[in-house]
């Protein structure tokens, strides 16, 4: 494990996306596995944003190439090591009996074993990291192991973080529905206000003002950065 921090601090200036693609490689190796993925987990503990997966998932996997949003409470299996804030494995996922199991997305990788551990630091959970398809059969062993490394990653992933935030006009882009593109909008108006507010003014954005007062689950799905007119209703509900 020493090793793979080793590697891990040398990616001290890449992008935020690097750095989770390295841990993700270097949880692959720790644990025999043939897939992974990673998601931080915002400071409310509500909300997941799904930063990387590995390229042996990308491969058959239609997902697309981008951070994706999920509600803690709507998430399947995957989210049961936040619930249960503990490791939590599956190996046979396809007769997996908990109630939480709601199976793969169409095209995802076939999933055959599954563990998952939350990153922790002291008592708060910062992300998820996940790992798949190992031949054999994962044990308490491997969590430990994936645990272990996980929480030493963090403090390196929480650099990267923040030196992505910093250089970002918005602070909020890693998992805003508008800027990770999961509300309806033509690519023109898209761009023009991806300028304006996401990488110039996001005092002015609509999102932004009402996340900043009453965090993201108040933002109605279909607000747009330009409808301030609506910040107001919006925040008496
Ligand atoms: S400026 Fe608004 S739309 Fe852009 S990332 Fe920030 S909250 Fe989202």
Request: net charge positive; proline share 4%; aromatic share 8%.
């Amino acid at each position: 494990m020493k090793e793979a921090l080793r590697r891990l601090r040398e990616s001290n200036s890449q992008t935020l996306r690097r750095v989770a693609d390295l841990v993700i490689e270097e949880a692959i190796r720790l644990t025999d596995s043939k897939i992974g993925y990673f998601a931080i987990l915002n400071k409310w503990e509500r909300l997941l944003t799904m930063i990387a997966w590995s390229k042996g998932a990308m491969a058959m996997c239609g997902m697309a190439n981008k951070p994706i949003v999920y509600l803690v409470e709507n998430t399947g299996l995957w989210g049961d090591c936040v619930r249960d804030r503990k490791a939590v494995i599956c190996n046979d996922y396809k007769n997996c009996s908990r109630r939480t199991k709601k199976g793969t997305p169409k095209g995802h990788v076939p999933v055959l074993r599954h563990m998952n551990v939350p990153l922790m630091a002291g008592e708060s959970i910062k992300g998820v990291l996940g790992v798949g398809n190992r031949e054999t059969e994962y044990t308490k062993d491997e969590a430990t192991l994936l645990q272990a490394f996980a929480n030493a990653a963090w403090p390196i992933i929480a650099e990267a973080k923040e030196r992505e935030e910093k250089r970002s006009k918005c602070s909020l882009q890693q998992v805003c529905p508008f800027y990770g593109r999961h509300i309806p909008i033509h690519d023109v108006m898209y761009q023009a206000y991806l300028q304006r507010f996401c990488e110039g003014d996001s005092r002015e954005c609509a999102i932004s003002q009402v996340v900043q007062k009453r965090g993201f689950l108040k933002v109605p799905k279909d607000l747009y950065p330009n409808q301030t007119f609506r910040v107001e209703e919006i925040l008496k509900r």
